[in-house]
Every structure is written in C-alpha cells, then in structure tokens.
C-alpha cells in the first residue's frame, strides 16, 4: 500500500510490548498502515508519498491530556501573569500590573490569572491585597484570580465599588468569606456566593472573544505535542462552537467532552440537569467521531489544594486560620448523598462520570458514590479527576471498582508545587502517587489541567520521573517512576481512560495517525533535561499540524 507520508530515519517508540521500537512508520489518510526499519517501510513509498527524514529524531504516540479547560486557557494566555516563578515577590506582580495599567484606558477592567493563594510571598510574609493593587492600577478595577480555581479572588478598591463590598458589608455565611484586615476594610480577598456581585461586574466574554480564545488555546496545545485534549468543563455554548469548528475543519486537535452534569441542588431552579437530558435521549459516553466526542458528564466534590479548600481529612499546615475557616480543612461543592444519586442515574444510563477530588476527605466521599452504583465486573470508566492526595485503602478500593485516575501530576513540578508547606511533608508520599497508582493496576493517566497549571506534558513527564519541583526541592521519592511508565501516562494509558485504547495511545497498524515528534528520545537524556526537549512535529490524524519550522500548519503544502 502506497503511504501518502512517511516518517523515516528515526526512533519511533511504540509503547507496544511486541515491538517497543522501530525507525520508520508509515501512514494513509488517517491511518497508520506500517511501523518497522527503514527497509520494511520503503515498501510504502510511492512517487507521490511526503517522506520525512526525523534524522534520529524521536516519535512517539500523541500526547493524550486527560483534563484541562480549553477557553479558560486560550482567555488566561492573554491575561497578567501573577505566576511565581515568574514572579518571586509581591512587588514583582505589583510592577506586571502596573505595565499592563499603563497600556488600558481608564476604567476598563484588568484580569490577573495564575496567583497561588496558598502561599505567602518568602520576601514579604504575606499575600498581595487590594492597596497592593491601587498602588498599581488606581484607575482600573482589577481582578487577580487564583491559579487553582477554586478558591476566589483577590480585588482592588475599584472592583469592591462596583460590587459595593466595603466595611459595612455583613460577613456572608461559610464557605464565602470576605477576608478583612485588622480594622475590618475589605483586604481584596473575596470568594464563593460572596463573590458573584464581582463576577456579574465583569463584562461578559462575547461569543466572538470565546471562539478567539479557543482558537487561540488549540494551537499552544500544538505547539507541546498534544493531539487529543479532554476539555473538562464543557458547556453548552462551548459544545456548539466545538461542533461549528469540526464542520469547517477547523479543530486541529481530538477533542474529549465532560459536559457539567448539572449546577447542583443548592443553586436554585436555573440549574440545568444535563445527565437527566442526555439521558433522556439516549445519548451515552462515546457519543461522536474521532475528532469530537463525548466524555462523560462532570462533577466537583471539593475545591483546590492552592488555596486550602481541597477537602482534607487532617487540617492544613503553614499558615494559621479558624476552624470555623474553609480553609482549615476544606469545603464540599456537592453533598455527597447527591452525588451517589448522579452517579446512579449515569451508571444506568451508560455515562460515564468524571469527580473532580483533590483532597483524601473528598475521594472518600467519591468512593463511596461510586460504590454505591457500580460493581468490580462493570466496564463504566468512571474518573477521578486530580486524585491529589490518596491512601493505600482508597487505591486499594480503587482498583477493586475499576475507577481510573487523571493525575495532575504537573503540579508538583510547576508553579503550584510547594504543596508540602500547607499539609506538610509527611503526606507528600501520597500526593500525585503515581508509582502507587500503578503497583495497584489502576488505569491511570495524566494531565496539567491547564491554565491551572502548565499544559506541556514535557513537565509532566519530568515530574513523574524525577519528583523535583520549581524550588529544586524532591517530594514523595519513593513515588517516582520509570520514562517508559511516565510516557504511557500520555499515551495507552490516557486512550484507556477515554475508553479509545483500539483507536489510538500506541503506534500500530490500523490506529489512527496522531504522532508527536521529539528532538531526542525521552528514554536517553537525563530525566531534567526532558523539559529541554523541542517538539518538531505535532501530527494528528496523519496531516502536521504543526512544526518547529513553520509553526501552525493550515494546510498540507507545509513544503516537507
């Protein structure tokens, strides 16, 4: 069969045990047809056939993130970056405020993404507040949102006028907190129901910004490898514009979908049941082609570990705060008899469910859902989405459901990685446990959940081998795995957690053609300098999307 392209002269690494390697693979259309030696694969090449010489270069399966949030990333790409690093202090966020200020008309609002509020800047012993940023942007209102998601917001005193927080305001009932300084001012910090009169004062996303920023998300994912992305938080609107996108030919990347199985019982009538209406119509996980497809349906059990409301059995170190705090301990977002009656409506309705859980306190509570729905012989696929920190008993209960996991493992070696100062060291083995996870047989794979975190499985992969983080410090040693494992985790083992392990995760005759091509092999450099590897060629469905020379391929005449 005559190739319509060929990759040559490389290391091509399967990840199939029958033959973990080969230099040369072929594809036509969106398939591949031949995988071996140069010599084998010659055989396919025809006077019209695109042969590219990798010269030594490495191919490997498509990168398969299992969890990140393509509109929140491709909106936050054009934010201000309160990330640290870059930024090492509260002076250095100040001055990236001010810059963007001085290019921003007065009264137009300024967002600020990536702050870890659970950290307090080592220079200064304390977080940014909302005199901080006056300082800053005394003309604008100002938003910086925190990188975990869940936790709130930290505002100037323009952005408290508009939302009429000042002094007077009565505290509202936990979780929300309205967090205050000795005199009882509003210091900046608002969140939960507390802060809707701040969300409501932003102005709207239009649909145009929304379908720019997708745009503009689908091409960083290129630009790191990655050639099936599971949006974690679909909604409506989303979905539609995805489906406008794939009929235009316009989604250069697979795309998975967890649409929110509905807005909860606590949030009144305008909560849209999703799982009942999928249900209804008889619409189950699959549902779709291989570019645009249907996850599952997704749910939150507690918050996010950056600012302390991941739901903990045992309360969180460092910084001191009530008991009474959300943050002591963490918070619940779905009461956990609910979640179990989810969970049981999508069991019979074939859907696969999708937890958010970060704390050990919160997977509890999801295992015990899921428990109560689903037998050890079912084939559901139902996800627990982060799996931040486990013990040895809930992996154990894990496997004997067959619950698989999405780790955020690229947390540890991000921006968000001092996990240990708030819950101490002595719970870092279990945090991320990788190595665990496997030893237990659980499906497992990973994810930056992206712009939460970096979206380059490149740090994920480094992360899961080495366990070092930003501030060169080793967490959880002993949770450590091999390359080959790290890089199953974006490959077969992402395609099982999808349910598409015959589809794809593996280079293979008859599978489909999503290739990601490294400057070197993975398996030979040092496990720190995998982040220093370029990525040459992103290629999904045997079409390059993109290429460390041309950048974003539009069109086939990319002149290989």
């Known amino acids: 069969m005559v190739a319509d392209r060929v990759l040559t002269n490389g290391v091509v690494i399967t990840l199939v045990d029958e033959q973990p390697d080969a230099s040369a693979i072929a594809f036509v259309g969106e398939r591949i047809v031949g995988v071996g030696t140069d010599e084998k694969i010659e055989e396919h090449i025809g006077s019209d056939t695109d042969v590219i010489d990798l010269d030594g270069r490495a191919a490997l399966p498509g990168f398969i993130d299992t969890h990140l949030h393509i509109p929140m990333g491709g909106r936050r790409m054009m934010h201000v970056n309160c990330r640290a690093p870059p930024n090492a202090s509260v002076a250095d966020v100040v001055e990236r405020i001010h810059q963007r200020a001085e290019e921003t008309d007065n009264g137009e609002w300024i967002i600020c993404s990536g702050y870890n509020l659970g950290l307090v800047w080592e220079e200064e012993g304390r977080h940014i507040d909302r005199w901080d940023i006056d300082e800053a942007a005394p003309k604008n209102p100002v938003q910086i949102n925190s990188v975990g998601g869940h936790t709130g917001s930290i505002y100037n005193s323009a952005a408290l006028e508009l939302a009429g927080i000042d002094r007077d305001t009565p505290d509202p009932e936990p979780p929300a907190v309205i967090v205050r300084d000795e005199d009882g001012r509003p210091s900046g910090l608002v969140s939960e129901e507390a802060e809707i009169p701040l969300h409501e004062a932003i102005p709207d996303e239009t649909r145009e910004e929304r379908v720019t920023n997708i745009k503009r998300a689908m091409s960083q994912l290129l630009k790191w490898g990655i050639t099936t992305a599971h949006d974690a938080k679909t909604t409506p609107q989303d979905l539609r514009i995805y489906q406008e996108l794939a009929d235009a030919d316009e989604l250069p990347v697979r795309l998975g979908l967890m649409l929110q199985g509905d807005a909860g019982p606590d949030l009144g009538e305008e909560g849209t049941d999703v799982l009942s209406r999928l249900a209804d119509v008889g619409i189950r996980s699959g549902f779709g082609d291989d570019t645009l497809f249907l996850i599952g349906v997704k749910y939150f059990m507690d918050g996010a570990f950056t600012g302390r409301t991941a739901a903990m059995h045992d309360p969180y170190k460092g910084e001191p705060v009530p008991e009474d705090s959300p943050r002591y301990d963490g918070v619940l977002h779905i009461d956990p008899d609910y979640l179990a009656d989810r969970v049981v409506q999508a069991s019979d309705a074939d859907l696969r469910v999708c937890v958010h859980g970060q704390g050990d306190r919160g997977i509890d509570h999801i295992l015990d859902a899921y428990e109560a729905a689903l037998s050890s012989d079912e084939d559901h696929g139902f996800r627990i989405e982060h799996a931040g920190l486990t013990r040895s008993e809930q992996l154990e209960r894990m496997a004997d459901l067959g ?74 040693p002993d949770q450590r795995i091999e390359i080959e494992d790290a890089l199953r985790l974006y490959g077969p083992e992402a395609a099982r957690l999808e349910g598409a392990e015959d589809a794809k995760g593996t280079l293979q005759p008859g599978k489909l053609a999503d290739v ?45």
Do not use: C, H, K
């Open 403 to 476: 619950v698989g996991v999405s780790s955020s493992i690229s947390f540890l070696g991000a921006d968000v990685s001092r996990n240990w100062v708030y819950w101490g060291e002595d719970r870092m083995d279990w945090t991320y446990a990788l190595a665990s996870l496997l030893e237990y047989g659980i499906t497992t794979a990973a994810n930056g959940d992206w712009p939460v975190s970096t979206g380059d499985p490149r740090v994920g992969l480094r992360t899961a081998v080495t366990r070092r983080t930003v501030t060169d410090d080793t967490v959880g």
């Open 516 to 560: 990601t091509v490294l400057s070197e092999d993975p398996r030979a450099v040092a496990p720190e300098r995998i982040t220093d590897l370029e990525i040459e060629y992103t290629i999904v469905g045997g079409e390059i999307r993109y290429s460390a020379r041309d950048g974003i391929v539009t069109s086939e005449n990319s002149g290989q």
